[in-house]
């Protein structure tokens, strides 16, 4: 009974992350753009495809994917996926990437693609802390919905100039 009862979850998990990965967000790797990711990345929320997700392994510290038809997940694993996804974490670890000013990889050759995500990831070139993100997005999503019904485009992201990485020491105040 407790293994058809555990088999019917992993049955509703599984239907779950394909409606995830169905998403036009999700239908693409978050790492490189190729079509139809078959992992998910637990480390980040996001969903990759094989490639990557060697890569990702290699990096330090290294990152944790599962495939997502070839082993189970959690309850706790899926909300964590439906909480991040593709979009979720570009705003969070591409936050400040810039496509004009930015070279863009060529995925083909794996030596680039491990730099790219030893920038993206180990080095946080682009990473926006995801309270910042949040707003960013959220403020973004406002935008988006007021000018887009008036334009009928969806107005350009942006990176955030003015982001503070760095610790600075307090100021001093005179007395």
């Known amino acids: 009974m407790a293994t058809s009862a555990k088999r019917k979850q992993e049955d509703t998990h599984l239907k779950m992350l394909r409606e995830m990965t169905s998403l036009p967000p999700n239908r693409r790797c978050f790492d490189c753009d190729q079509r139809g990711p078959t992992y998910a990345n637990m480390t980040v929320g996001s969903f990759v495809c094989t490639t990557c997700s060697g890569v990702l392994r290699g990096l330090n510290p290294p990152h944790r994917v599962k495939s997502i038809s070839m082993t189970t997940f959690t309850q706790h694993e899926i909300e964590f ?29 794996p030596q680039k693609v491990k730099e790219f995500l030893q920038e993206k990831y180990e080095k946080k ?51």
Not at 92 to 98: F, K, N, R, T
Not at 156 to 175: D, M
């Open 81 to 109: 996926l439906q909480k991040h996804t593709n979009e979720v974490c570009k705003h969070i670890w591409l936050g400040l990437y810039d496509d004009r000013t930015s070279v863009v990889p060529d995925f083909r050759e």
């Open 125 to 175: 070139r682009w990473y926006v802390p995801p309270e910042q993100a949040r707003a960013v997005s959220t403020v973004q999503a406002g935008v988006s919905g007021s000018s887009a019904s008036s334009t009928g485009s969806t107005p350009e992201v942006q990176p955030l100039k003015t982001l503070q990485l760095t610790k600075t020491p307090p100021r001093q105040v005179p007395a």
